[in-house]
């Protein structure tokens, strides 16, 4: 009898090509994954700031060939109070002031006459690795610049961008999110449970728009959420995790996370016919969308193209703008941009699920 009942079981599992793909899969995606984002292929980028404080035809010419470098974004401004704003907001990763002296001790290198050269550099003291890269490179470009070989003084100064070293405070975000995108195979799951019992078909029997059917689902795993996010935080406080920027602006970058993961069910369900089709593929798309959203990693150690990638997901800037507030304090015009994007892109999604559940499940 055992024997009879595994081999009914084997084949069982087997037949389902979608779980089997799920179990056999999934691994070989997740080395495959880790592998793209964070293999030693490619070159990563750097948004670093420079200010020119000399003016002079030299550091002018000096900085317009250090825009040439490759692996750095140069960004001017104007003064240190702007650049100093960005690196805390999170825009820059470093930036570098080319002090006054710069223009007449470099004539004077050139003279054959003593003299050195000084740089101040600042940067996030949460990426020294990051800090240290653009400290060589610049070392190493100020001596080619020069054409010999001169003393050069780099005054380095990292900031303490996050008001608390607290690792509770950096992954709390990420937790919070991956637990709301649960709501993608939960909201899946249930609706393609309803249509492969028959559920569905009984209420398109009745005067309910499409639109109503949709909204009735999405209302409860709304509250859901809501009870999510409020035991979530309240565990994160428990554990010692402090929020420094708004409260409320954290609740509805949540909040707005809940909706377009509720609004990506939404779609899955339209396309799946059966309800162990649906969970196993929301699974799949939301396992490898964590890892390269920067859920539970900084993308800052990603490969450049996993970087562009990552920018196609909504759960990116739901996870910036979280970690901004919690540990920059960030005010809403420095996550405004990755509040709208939530907020277009939930829109999108829910459109999307109605047309699609209008078209696929509405015969």
């Known amino acids: 009898m055992i024997l009879a009942l595994t081999s009914r079981n084997i084949k069982e599992i087997f037949r389902n ?10 691994p070989l995606a997740f080395m495959l994954i880790f592998n793209v984002a964070f293999g030693s292929s490619g070159e990563e980028i750097m948004d670093v700031g420079i200010i020119n404080l000399d003016d002079s035809e030299i550091s002018t010419t000096f900085i317009e060939a250090m825009g040439t470098i490759s692996g750095i974004n140069m960004i001017s401004y104007d003064n ?10 999170g825009n820059i990763l470093a930036y570098m002031g080319v002090p006054e002296e710069f223009g007449d001790n470099m004539m004077l290198i050139w003279n054959n006459q003593e003299a050195e050269i000084n740089l101040k550099i600042k940067y996030d003291e949460t990426l020294p690795n990051t800090a240290s890269k653009f400290i060589s490179i610049i070392r190493t470009y100020t001596l080619q610049f020069s054409g010999v070989s001169i003393p050069i003084n780099i005054d380095s100064d990292p900031i303490n961008i996050s008001y608390e070293k607290n690792l509770v405070n950096f992954f709390a975000p990420g937790i919070v999110i991956f637990g ?3 709501l993608i195979p939960t909201a899946g799951g249930m609706i393609t449970h309803d249509k492969e019992k028959g559920f569905m078909e009984r209420i398109l029997t009745t005067p309910v728009s499409p639109t109503q059917i949709l ?29 420094y920027g708004n409260i409320f602006l954290l609740f509805a970058v949540y909040m707005l996370t809940a909706l377009w993961c509720i609004g990506i069910g939404m779609i899955i369900s339209a396309w799946a016919k059966r309800e162990d089709q649906a969970e196993p ?3 799949i798309f939301m396992i490898p969308v964590a890892m390269l959203s920067g859920l539970w990693f900084p993308l800052e150690g990603m490969h450049p193209i996993v970087k562009t990638i ?47 559940f209008k078209k696929l499940v509405v015969k």
């Open 281 to 283: 593929f929301s699974w």
């Open 310 to 356: 990552a920018n196609l997901f909504p759960s990116t800037y739901s996870v910036d703008a979280a970690r901004a507030l919690v540990l920059k304090g960030s005010e809403f015009s420095a996550i405004s941009n990755s509040i709208y994007i939530l907020v277009v892109t939930t829109m999108i999604l829910f459109l999307v699920g109605i047309v699609l």
């Open 180 to 182: 709301l995108m649960v």
């Open 17 to 26: 090509k979608m779980r089997i793909g799920f179990l056999l899969g999934m």
């Open 215 to 243: 909204l009735g689902y999405s209302l409860p795993l709304f509250i859901v959420a809501l009870i999510q996010i409020a035991i979530y935080m309240g565990a994160g406080f428990a554990l010692g995790m402090r929020v």
């Open 80 to 89: 240190e109070e702007n650049a100093l704003k960005d690196l805390k907001d």
